[in-house]
């Protein structure tokens, strides 16, 4: 299975990434996670800062058939810098 999570610089995807590793492995199920938190502030205040009051990360979840996914138009626009 692949997981992939699309949203723009800086709105969390490594720390959900992260996350879902950590949970995941808790269960005693295999993870592969390319994009692990290397640098800056550790998981849990990552999550803290995802979950403020003020303006907390909303999610949407879908499920996709392999084979039938397509990037979003900003995912294909996207130029890292």
């Known amino acids: 299975m692949i997981i992939k ?14 996350w879902l590793e950590t949970e995941l492995r808790r269960l005693g199920i295999e993870v592969q996670n390319s994009d692990a938190i290397q640098d800056g502030p550790g998981l849990e205040e990552r999550l803290a800062i995802l979950g403020n009051a003020q303006e907390p990360l909303k999610i949407e979840i879908k499920t996709i058939p392999y084979g039938a996914e397509s990037r979003p138009q900003y995912a294909q626009d996207f130029k890292p810098s």
Not at 5 to 18: H, L, P, S
């Open 5 to 18: 999570i699309f949203a723009g610089a800086g709105e969390g995807k490594t720390t959900i990434a992260t």
